[in-house]
Structures are given as structure tokens and as C-alpha cells.
T-cell receptor, first 116, second 111 residues
Framework: EAGVTQFPSHSVIEKGQTVTLRCDPISGHDNLYWYRRVMGKEIKFLLHFVKESKQDESGMPNNRFLAERTGGTYSTLKVQPAELEDSGVYFC??????????????FGSGTRLTVV | GESVGLHLPTLSVQEGDNSIINCAYSNSASDYFIWYKQESGKGPQFIID?????DKRQGQRVTVLLNKTVKHLSLQIAATQPGDSAVYFC??????????FGTGTRLQVFP
């Protein structure tokens, strides 16, 4: 079974530019989560999709961030315009059954975003 | 809680010794706790979990201890191996599947 796939694995962009991160969850997983670890700090929740609906977007930092999950399959996270403080590692996770251990999360390897 | 910045707390142990990684959680109402291992270039990987109605849970070579009185969680790794070298995160939740992570501890295992 393929895991959670994220790309790009690394992205370096200039301040003010736009970047789109993509996450392909495990096939059949309705739950998709975005987290990020900024500047070596703790990993923080951004948002949670159930299929194509946003279940919880309380962690989205501001309106420069836009997440979508059209058709309930893959998800994109767009940052526009990017700022220096957006640098960090963005993780995606998917889950089929949150009643499993660890809520059944499988994390992707992350996208390392560097804004210069 | 806020992080301690770019420099993670580091625990250095010799191969074969036992490791104890500690975590202070923030919400006294949290009812489910998880330990994750993150190796370089990979995402967090589930190790073991514990619910608030328990104070100890054992897995293969790992044990999690929960002290709700002082809001403290620990992960014990027996007979630490080089493959255990990674950053370890605790996470807490309350009535939701949204994880609240701790800052992380880097475990370095020396031969």
C-alpha cells in the first residue's frame, strides 16, 4: 500500500511569491490533515478535511493560506504571498479510522519550504 | 506551550542502555496521548499511545508512563539501538483527533 505522498519535497521561493504544496493521501482515507513545523518549533495543526469538506480549519494562520481538497482525493495548500515566517516543514497526514491507535494517522515525509 | 527555539533538547545514550524521554503536556483535560518518532527526512511515525484512564502501557521495547497529577508523560526505550536515533514528539488531544504536539527531544545513540 502506498503511503501519504507529498510534493515537492523541498521548495525555495522568494518572499512575495506563491507556492502550492500537494498531498496525496492513502487511497480510501477520508480524513486528511495538514500540520506544519515552523523554525524548529513544535508541530502545529493547520486544518482537517473529511472527504472534500473542511472539518476544522482553526489552525490556519491567516488568509494567505488556502487549502483545498476537490473531489475528496488529493489536497493542495497554497501560500500566497509567501512571507519569511512561513518557512518550515509542512506535513500532511491521512486517516481511515480515527478510532485506531494514534487516530490512525499516517504522515507524509513533508515539504520543506524555505522563503528567502 | 511555546517551543524552546531551534535547539531541541538532546538526550545522548550509549547503545544498550535504557532511554527515558520526558514531556510536559499543557491541558489537564487532555484524555489521549501519543508518542511519535521522526527520523530525518521522514514524517512522524506512531510509536505508542495511552489514554488518561491508564498510567502505564507497554509495547515492544517501549513503555509510556502518564502522571496526570503533574501533567507529565514519559517514554522509556529499553536496550536502545542506533536505529532509535531520531526526534521524539509527544502529542495530546482532548475530545478531538486534532493533535497538539510538544517541542520534541532528539535522541542520539552512541556505539
Amino acid at each position: 500500500e502506498a503511503g501519504v505522498t507529498q510534493f515537492p519535497s523541498h521548495s525555495v521561493i522568494e518572499k512575495g511569491q506563491t507556492v502550492t504544496l500537494r498531498c496525496d493521501p492513502i487511497s480510501g482515507h477520508d480524513n486528511l490533515y495538514w500540520y506544519r513545523r515552523v523554525m524548529g518549533k513544535e508541530i502545529k495543526f493547520l486544518l482537517h478535511f473529511v472527504k472534500e469538506s473542511k472539518q476544522d480549519e482553526s489552525g490556519m494562520p491567516n488568509n494567505r493560506f488556502l487549502a483545498e481538497r476537490t473531489g475528496g482525493t488529493y489536497s493542495t495548500l497554497k501560500v500566497q504571498p509567501a512571507e519569511l515566517e512561513d518557512s518550515g516543514v509542512y506535513f500532511c497526514a491521512s486517516s481511515e479510522d480515527p478510532r485506531q491507535g494514534g487516530y490512525g494517522y499516517t504522515f507524509g515525509s513533508g515539504t520543506r519550504l524555505t522563503v528567502v | 506551550g511555546e517551543s524552546v527555539g531551534l535547539h531541541l533538547p538532546t538526550l545522548s545514550v550509549q547503545e544498550g542502555d535504557n532511554s527515558i524521554i520526558n514531556c510536559a503536556y499543557s491541558n489537564s483535560a487532555s484524555d489521549y496521548f501519543i508518542w511519535y518518532k521522526q527520523e530525518s527526512g521522514k514524517g512522524p511515525q506512531f510509536i505508542i499511545d495511552i489514554r488518561s484512564n491508564m498510567d502505564k502501557r507497554q509495547g515492544q521495547r517501549v513503555t509510556v508512563l502518564l502522571n496526570k497529577t503533574v501533567k507529565h508523560l514519559s517514554l522509556q526505550i529499553a536496550a536502545t539501538q542506533p536505529g532509535d536515533s531520531a526526534v521524539y514528539f509527544c502529542a495530546e488531544t482532548y475530545n478531538t483527533d486534532k493533535l497538539i504536539f510538544g517541542t520534541g527531544t532528539r535522541l542520539q545513540v552512541f556505539p
